[in-house]
């Protein structure tokens, strides 16, 4: 049986110093993070209600204002929810806690939006008069330079891998359809004869292997990282570099949903079980692109086996295999019966319209929202494609500062309270061993000198530190430890009864 | 809107709401629609960034994943 798909998403964020002769990306992420960190140690309240939706961040900024002492040295915090909020290249990073279904994952991914604006009014308070901060959510700066947003899922050691690439490729392609955030123009060396005046992801001009290990040069749509940050001889972290960052909730949670969906059935090689289940594309990387440049959805693309068939159909057949697959072995792998069920409905819900009328996803998928919005103006204006303000509306989609955001303008359906997101930036989900950390580091953070996905290390200031191992992704639950973590006063006490 | 008159219908087996929902929009529906595109443009005009060009041409973001 296939196991639970815990999982988690990570998200590179761009940045930019607009006012600065020197934009240093590197220190711009560092003293975003740290003015973040610097402010909840101050227990600085943060409720949204205390923020002015319609303020620019430079509002903030002090007569006189202080000199910029914000630390810049590279910051790796963890957060009380469990997420890990660092410096990673030049871009300031998110990675949600471990999650252990679509929903959640979600969730803890919004949080880390709402964290990053945060991040934009605390770090604002030190920049110069006349300098301001953008962080966007997107994947792309334009030029052909791309930063990713990255799945991982919790995968059986047992599964060959070489069954995990054959039967993933097909959902990597074809899925893009309703997982894409939508992009003006290519950014790609070669646009297969099209010409792209808008295309349904931002990621799919810059994969140019099947398989591999780099994420930074010649990406691969499998990548091969093989890190498992937990117990190794029993899991696999499938690290999916090929998906765009989503702000609609509903992109997002299907693009999570019908692949954890999909690992499941690979593992249980439903795919082989069913007898029709082969999609080998003839050609993926270029698939990848011919996905993506298609706005009408109708090209076919080829398979190795000579038949032809566009990734709308390919994506019903997903959803077809997917449908007998949870009569047959159940959706406890997905997270249970009423999340399972909800992907299957949305899936079904999003690949009907998108074949009978696109445009009817305004207010739900991300590429359709933004293809909307620009194409109205651009033909409100009569402007060229390849006017610099469809580029900029194409950016100003992602920005996370709410009174900036084109998506926050576009009355895009949620699936979330925006409630439960306020609580996830500081509430780790309950369900998995990230509520282990996220509470050890709420009640004694000072004493925990290091934590890692898989491990926390305190220092009792007497003995030698003293690392918990957590190599159980589904350990360290608040059903396990709740009990405990109220009955200990100390992390000594709580050591004591771990008996580490 | 060229890229929705070129949809095409594909045939594979569906459920029965599928079938209802691959009815075309009708010209009322589309109407409003359009009404509701208009009105959010006019909105947006506030919210667009004055300095497009120079941002655009300013944000470039190496050394990513």
Redesign the interface.
């Known amino acids: 049986m296939a196991i639970v798909k815990v999982l988690g998403l990570e998200t590179e964020y761009g940045i930019i110093i607009r006012g600065s002769a020197d934009p240093n990306p590197i220190a711009a992420s560092s003293a975003l993070i740290n003015a973040y960190v610097a402010e909840l140690a101050r227990r600085v309240a943060w409720d949204f209600e205390d923020e002015s939706p319609g303020r620019d961040a430079r509002g903030f900024a002090r007569e006189g204002s202080m000199p910029p002492e914000v630390e810049t040295h590279l910051v790796n915090a963890v957060l009380t929810n469990g997420a890990r909020y660092y410096v990673d290249h030049a871009h300031p990073e998110y990675s949600t806690p471990e999650c252990a279904n679509a929903m959640d994952a979600v969730r803890f991914d919004k949080a880390g939006e709402r964290i990053l604006a945060r991040s934009v009014i605390a770090a604002g308070r030190f920049l110069p008069p006349g300098h301001s901060m953008v962080v966007l959510k997107n994947n792309s700066d334009g030029k052909g330079n791309s930063y990713g947003t990255h799945e991982n899922y919790l995968m059986d050691r047992s599964v060959p891998f070489s069954r995990i690439v054959q039967r993933v490729i097909p959902h990597f392609v074809s899925r893009q359809v309703f997982t894409g955030a939508g992009k003006v123009g290519s950014e790609a060396s070669s646009t297969l004869g099209m010409d792209v005046t808008f295309q349904l992801t931002q990621r799919a001009d810059f994969f140019e292997e099947e398989v591999g290990l780099e994420t930074t040069l010649k990406r691969p749509i499998v990548n091969t990282r093989d890190e498992p940050h937990c117990d190794a001889q029993k899991y696999r972290r499938l690290h999916v570099i090929v998906g765009d960052a989503n702000l609609s909730e509903i992109s997002s949670f299907l693009k999570v949903g019908t692949t954890a969906l999909v690992l499941s059935m690979i593992e249980d090689d439903w795919f082989a079980r069913a007898g029709r289940g082969d999609f080998t594309l003839a050609d993926p990387v270029i698939a990848m692109r011919r996905v993506s440049y298609d706005l009408s959805l109708t090209r076919p693309l080829e398979l190795a086996d000579g038949r032809r068939m566009t990734a709308l159909e390919m994506q019903w057949e997903h959803l077809d295999l997917a449908r007998k697959y949870a009569e047959d072995r159940g959706l406890d792998s997905v997270g249970g019966e009423e999340i399972g069920r909800d992907i299957l409905h949305r899936w079904e819900h999003a690949l009907g319209a998108l074949e009978s009328d696109p445009m009817s996803l305004a207010t739900t998928l991300d590429w359709v929202a933004k293809y909307r919005v620009i194409n109205g103006y651009r033909e409100r204006h009569g402007l060229s494609w390849r006017d610099p303000k469809l580029a900029a509306m194409d950016l100003q989609y992602h920005d996370v500062r709410p009174e900036k955001s084109l998506y926050e303008r576009l009355g895009i359906e949620r699936l979330l309270t925006e409630e439960s997101v306020l609580a996830a930036m500081t509430e780790p989900p309950t369900t998995t061993r990230a509520y282990f950390r996220g509470k050890c580091l709420e009640r004694w953070g000072s004493q925990v000198a290091a934590a890692n996905w898989d491990s926390l290390v305190f220092d009792l200031g007497t003995d030698p530190l003293r690392r918990v191992p957590m190599m159980e992704p589904l350990r360290g639950t608040a059903a396990h430890v709740d009990a405990l973590l109220r009955d200990c006063h100390s992390p000594a006490e709580l050591l004591a009864r771990l008996g580490t | ?1 060229a ?2 008159e ?5 045939a ?4 029965e ?2 079938t209802e ?5 009708s010209t009322e529906k589309g109407d409003k ?1 359009k009404a509701e ?1 208009d009105e ?2 006019d ?2 005009d506030e ?3 004055e300095n ?2 120079e ?11």
């Not at chain 2, 070129?6 to 594909?10: A, C, F, P, Y």
């Not at chain 2, 929902?21 to 929009?25: I, S, V, Y």
């Not at chain 2, 941002?55 to 994943?65: D, M």
């Open positions: 809107m890229e929705r070129q949809i095409k219908k594909t594979t087996a569906r459920t709401t599928q929902e691959a009815a075309p929009a629609l595109l959010l443009l909105e947006i919210v667009l960034d497009a060009e941002f655009v041409r300013a944000y470039v973001q190496k050394g990513g994943q």
